[in-house]
């Protein structure tokens, strides 16, 4: 099954893609099913797994969270609950735990996305080893590397702001059945192989000359 394990909602502030146009977009492009991840909330998965129910789409929305740690962002599938931002790595993954949450880290040498760099030693599931929104691919190829010395499973996801590139990358799981729980528990036991193409230049550039522009008028409203 093709399922993109990272894909952001009109719940991060960063992004407009509203749920029936993800939902629109995976169907189309044959994805089995998806995880939103949003900045440090689970409200955007909730309420799009609600949605994708109510109009009887044969997708599995998994609930999932991007959450800031102290270090960078940390992804956490199949919660229902917030987790604290801006605590350690271990704590938080410490508190994901705790909510049965699956972790991975997304695109952990990738400094501009907030990537947490080594996580050797951490308690996770997995390792984004392929994010589609990284312009050049050194720091893929850097976290495969180094999730193949640690013996750690590698997923891919789209890291998808906008509906077009929701599956633009995905992780193909081995699993038995397509539910929210036997898709998780294939995730945990590595049952995982990624797949996609890189999202095209021109679209990364637009996303980070945008992201610019958010920043440099936060600082002028805070000096206001």
Same mark, same amino acid.
């Given at each position: 099954m093709k399922f993109d394990l990272h894909v952001h909602s009109e719940h991060s502030k960063d992004s407009k893609s509203s749920h029936d146009d993800i939902?629109?977009?995976?169907? +189309? +492009?044959?994805?089995?099913g998806f995880a939103i991840c949003d900045h440090d909330t689970v409200e955007g998965g909730l309420a799009c797994r609600k949605r994708a129910l109510e109009l009887g789409l044969e997708l599995t929305v998994i609930p999932g969270v991007e959450v800031t740690c102290s270090k960078g962002h940390i992804l956490v599938l199949g919660i229902s609950q917030n987790i604290e931002p801006f605590l350690s790595p271990e704590e938080t993954i410490a508190r994901a735990r705790k909510l049965g949450g699956t972790v991975i880290i997304p695109h952990p040498f990738k400094r501009s996305s907030h990537g947490i760099g080594s996580f050797e030693g951490l308690d996770i599931d997995a390792v984004e080893v392929f994010n589609s929104r990284c312009l050049f691919n050194k720091a893929n190829r850097k976290a495969a590397a180094e999730a193949k010395r640690l013996g750690i499973p590698g997923v891919a996801g789209s890291d998808s702001h906008i509906p077009e590139m929701v599956g633009q990358a995905y992780t193909e799981i081995d699993a038995p059945e397509n539910t929210l729980d036997t898709v998780l528990e294939a995730i945990r036991k590595g049952k995982v192989a990624p797949a996609g193409r890189n999202t095209p230049t021109r679209i990364i550039l637009e996303q980070m000359s945008g992201s610019a522009r958010r920043k440099i008028k936060r600082k002028l409203f805070r000096k206001a």
């Open positions: 939902l629109e977009v995976a169907h +189309k +492009k044959g994805l089995d």
